[in-house]
């Protein structure tokens, strides 16, 4: 039986770690879970044939009107990004010397 098939051992060397000191927890995790699993991507083949079909990518533009609140909301976060995003590239100018 392998260490991580039972749960109290699962529960000790993982899911404890992971609420306890998250970092270190989850970079456990990362690592058992890089061993056991497989990346697969679309043009992954077995024996020279597709491991999976699937059909060609169907792109659809939507247009949606908010609702007054949600307008509200995605305003103040446009702004409060725009914002933020004005003043990291003043500070990286005055980081490289440029004002």
Known sequence: QAPYDDYSSFRNLIR???LKTPDLG??????????????????STINDKPIVNLPPRLLEHVVCEFEEEERKVYSELEKELKDDLKS?????????GKN
Not at 33 to 43: D, G, I, P, S
Not at 88 to 96: A, S, V
């Open 16 to 18: 404890d770690p992971v």
């Open 88 to 96: 990291m590239t003043e500070d990286r100018g005055k980081k490289d």
């Open 26 to 43: 989850f970079k456990r995790l990362q690592t058992i879970l890089k061993a056991v699993m497989l990346r697969r991507t679309k043009n």
